[in-house]
C-alpha cells in the first residue's frame, strides 16, 4: 500500500512538472513568435530609407532655386535691395545746386566798391549805397579809423590833420595842413574867401564868399564835420571850427 502511493506520487509530480514546463514553452513560443515579427518592420523600414534616399536625386531641382530668388525678391528683400539701392544713389544730384557761393555784397545788397589810397598811408573804402548816396570808409592795418557818408551833398572830415572830402558822385580827395582855426575870416584856394563863426559848443557856421563878398554857399559844422566841392575845390570845416581848402 505505501508502495502503490509512494509511486502514483511521484507520477503527480512528474505531470506536474510537465504541465509547468509546458506552461513555460508557451511564452517562449510566444517570444519567438514576436522576434520574428521585429525583423519584418526593420525591414519594412530599411526598404523606405533606399526611397527616401532616392529622392535626394531630384536635388537637380535646386537649379530651380534661381527661378525662386525672382519671386522672393519681395520676400528675403536681398536680391531686390541690390537692385534698389543702385536707383536711390541720384538724390545726391541736387547738392551742386546748393554749393554756390554767394557774391560779396554791401549792407544794402548793392556789390562791394572800390579802394583809393590816401595822403596818409590810408585806404579808403568806397561803397555804393544807391540813390546816388556813397560810404567811405577809412581804413589802416585793417582798423577801420572813420566812416563818411553822402545824403544828397558832399561829405567830409579831419582825421589827423589829414583832410578828406567825399563827394556826391563818389570820388575822394585827400590832402595835408591848410588849417585856419576860427571864428575869423580866411583866404581859401581857388579865390574863395571863407567867413567863419561860433553859433556853439562844437557847432561852427562857414560862409563861403565869392566876387564882392557874394555868399556863394554855406557850411554848417554841428557836432559833425561837413565838407563841399565848390568849381573844383575841396573844403572841409570842422566842428571845432577850423577850415582847410586844396585844389
Known amino acids: 500500500m505505501s508502495l502503490s502511493t509512494t509511486r502514483r506520487a511521484t507520477t503527480v509530480r512528474s505531470l506536474a512538472g510537465t504541465v509547468l514546463a509546458a ?12 522576434t520574428p515579427d521585429a525583423p519584418s518592420t526593420t525591414a519594412a523600414t530599411t526598404p523606405a530609407a533606399p526611397a527616401a534616399t532616392a529622392p535626394a536625386a531630384a536635388t537637380p531641382s535646386t537649379p530651380a532655386a534661381p527661378a525662386t530668388p525672382t519671386g522672393a525678391t519681395g520676400a528675403t528683400g536681398a536680391p531686390g535691395a541690390q537692385g534698389t539701392a543702385a536707383p536711390a544713389a541720384p538724390p545726391a544730384s541736387p547738392r551742386p545746386t546748393a554749393a554756390a557761393p554767394a557774391p560779396a555784397t554791401t549792407a544794402k545788397g548793392k556789390p562791394s566798391g572800390r579802394s583809393q589810397p590816401l595822403v596818409d598811408g590810408s585806404t579808403a573804402e568806397v561803397q555804393d549805397l544807391g540813390n546816388q548816396n556813397y560810404r567811405a570808409r577809412i581804413v589802416h592795418n585793417g582798423d577801420v579809423l572813420a566812416t ?11 582825421a589827423n590833420d589829414m583832410f578828406v572830402v567825399l563827394s556826391a558822385d563818389g570820388t575822394v580827395h585827400s590832402w595835408m595842413g591848410g588849417g585856419h582855426q576860427g571864428p575869423g575870416t580866411f583866404q581859401l584856394a581857388g579865390g574863395w574867401t571863407a567867413k567863419v563863426t561860433k553859433v556853439g559848443e562844437l557847432h561852427y557856421r562857414a560862409q563861403v564868399l565869392g566876387n564882392e563878398n557874394a555868399v556863394e554857399g554855406t557850411m554848417d559844422a554841428n557836432q559833425q564835420d561837413r565838407g563841399a566841392v565848390a568849381n573844383g575845390i575841396y573844403i572841409v570845416l570842422t566842428a571845432g571850427g577850423e577850415i582847410s581848402a586844396h585844389a
Request: net charge negative.
Open 148 to 158: 563818411l557818408e553822402t545824403h544828397d551833398g558832399d561829405a567830409g572830415l579831419d
Open 23 to 34: 506552461a513555460l514553452i508557451v511564452p517562449a513560443a510566444t517570444a519567438c513568435s514576436s
